[in-house]
């Protein structure tokens, strides 16, 4: 079964877009060139919210250049999760959803096989996937900037007892923080064993 990994970067004071869902601010921070590439060799699968979608969409000029879609997802599955009806990329293997991520599991899971599943955004996404108990992994980039106010990281409640701390390293001017999530029927004891 693939794990399912939020790998996102957040300002210093928890925020993943500022009140306009603009990630602009993120752009202006160092990080090493060659960091993403072996996290994203391991990924299968992509689910993203539609305001993160919209916004890529957007700010690359994938509609009159779907060409660029691969220099961001590659070729992978990418499932975006919707109330609303949104624009299709073409040539992009782009799977609009409504509904809990419950349901839409079992076909993500297959599209992913034996590699990871990575949650793009936004947090409330990320936060449905910890509340069906699919989340496994957080695996934040903290950049050295702070918003006055915007869209949370994770706007959910998960207590200590269901993270734990595997590394801490530093990417450019970010810090990366990597915590496993156990899920609500594991058991505490086994987390370590995760």
């Known amino acids: 079964m693939p794990r399912v990994i939020f790998y996102t970067a957040t300002t210093l004071n928890g925020f993943l877009a500022d009140d306009h869902d603009s990630l602009e601010w993120l752009f202006a921070v160092q990080q090493d060139e060659d960091s993403f590439a072996p996290f ?9 919210g539609s305001t993160t979608f919209e916004w890529v969409v957007a700010h690359e000029g994938l509609a009159e250049h779907p060409e660029k879609w691969p220099a961001f997802y590659g070729a992978r599955p990418t499932w975006v999760f919707t109330t609303r009806r949104l624009t299709q990329i073409p040539g992009a293997e782009v799977r ?11 076909e993500i899971a297959a599209a992913a096989g ?14 449905q996937f ?11 980039q903290i ?10 990281l994770l706007p959910r409640d998960l207590a200590s007892d269901r993270l734990h701390l595997e590394s801490i390293a530093q990417n450019g001017q970010f810090a990366e923080l990597v915590y496993t999530v156990r899920r609500p029927d594991q058991p505490e004891e086994a987390r370590d064993a995760v």
């Open 40 to 48: 994203i060799a391991n990924i299968g699968a992509i689910v993203q």
């Open 96 to 106: 609009f959803a409504s509904g809990s991520v419950r349901e839409a599991w079992p």
């Open 114 to 127: 034996d590699l990871d599943v990575w949650v793009v955004g936004g947090g409330d996404l990320v936060g």
């Open 130 to 140: 910890a509340d069906a108990g699919l989340l496994d992994e957080l695996r934040v």
């Open 143 to 152: 950049a050295p900037v702070t918003l006055a106010s915007g869209r949370p």
